[in-house]
C-alpha cells in the first residue's frame, strides 16, 4: 500500500491539522507496518498557483503560448499528477481559510485535474479516473460550520468532497476539529474529539 500525506497550515508548530495529521499518520503506520509513505508539504515546498501557460501543459487554452514539454512547471504538473495516482490513500491536511481552503493546497489541486489523467469528457459529461482510492481529511477550522447559520459558509470541506467527486473518488473519510480560535478550553476538547476518532476511522478504512 501506498500512502501520500500532505501537509497545508501556514502555522508551522501551531497548527491543529499538522499535529493531527502526524498521529494519523504514527497510527497508519502500526496498522499498516509496511506501507510506503511519500510526504509533501504544500507550504514549505510551495507549488506556482496556475497560470494560462502553464495550464497549457495538461490542457487546451486559448491564448496561451505553446510550451515544451519539458518546461520545469509542465513537468511539475506530471511529477504531480502522477505522484497522487500512484498512491492508494491520499491524507490531506487542510486547515479552512477564510471559508475555503489555503491557497497552497489549492495550487496543488489545480495540478490534478488534468483531462486524460484524473477526469475525462464524455458525450454525457466529465467523468473522474481516479476511482478506487481512499481520502482522509484531516480539517480544522476556527469556528463552528455544521449547522447554521454558518454551515453555508464552508467552501473547505464541501469543496474538497466535491473536487475529490469530480476525479471519480467517492471514499472519503474525515477527521475535524471545529472552533479552535473559541478559547483554549473548546480547542483542546475539540482536538481531544479528533484525536480519540483517529483510531476507529484508520481501523475502518478499507485497506489491504
Do not use: C
Not at 49 to 62: K, P, Q
Not at 63 to 84: A, K
Not at 86 to 105: G, K, R
Not at 152 to 162: I, N, T, V, W
Request: cysteine-free; proline content about 4%.
Amino acid at each position: 500500500m501506498k500512502i501520500l500525506h500532505i501537509d497545508s497550515s501556514i502555522s508551522g508548530e501551531y497548527s491543529v491539522t499538522r499535529a493531527l495529521s502526524a498521529d494519523v499518520m504514527r497510527e497508519i503506520k502500526a496498522h499498516y507496518p509496511q506501507a510506503k509513505i511519500t510526504y509533501r508539504d504544500v507550504v514549505r515546498d510551495e507549488i506556482s498557483h496556475l497560470t494560462a501557460d502553464i495550464a497549457a501543459g495538461f490542457r487546451v487554452v486559448a491564448g496561451s503560448q505553446p510550451v515544451s514539454d519539458r518546461h520545469p512547471e509542465h513537468q511539475i504538473s506530471q511529477q504531480l499528477v502522477d505522484e497522487f495516482l500512484e498512491h492508494d490513500l491520499i491524507v490531506i491536511a487542510a486547515p479552512m481559510y477564510n471559508f475555503s481552503v489555503s491557497s497552497q493546497l489549492k495550487a496543488w489541486l489545480d495540478r490534478l485535474a488534468q483531462p486524460g489523467k484524473t477526469f475525462q469528457y464524455t458525450a454525457t459529461g466529465p467523468v473522474g479516473l481516479a476511482e478506487g482510492k481512499h481520502v482522509l481529511i484531516i480539517s480544522a477550522r476556527g469556528g463552528f460550520y455544521l449547522q447554521p447559520p454558518f454551515d453555508g459558509m464552508d467552501f473547505q470541506e464541501k469543496y474538497l468532497r466535491a473536487f475529490l467527486g469530480f476525479l471519480g473518488i467517492d471514499d472519503i473519510h474525515l477527521i475535524r476539529a471545529e472552533g479552535t480560535s473559541k478559547g483554549d478550553e473548546i480547542k483542546h476538547q475539540q482536538i481531544a474529539a479528533a484525536r480519540s476518532a483517529i483510531r476507529n476511522i484508520i481501523a475502518a478504512l478499507p485497506l489491504n
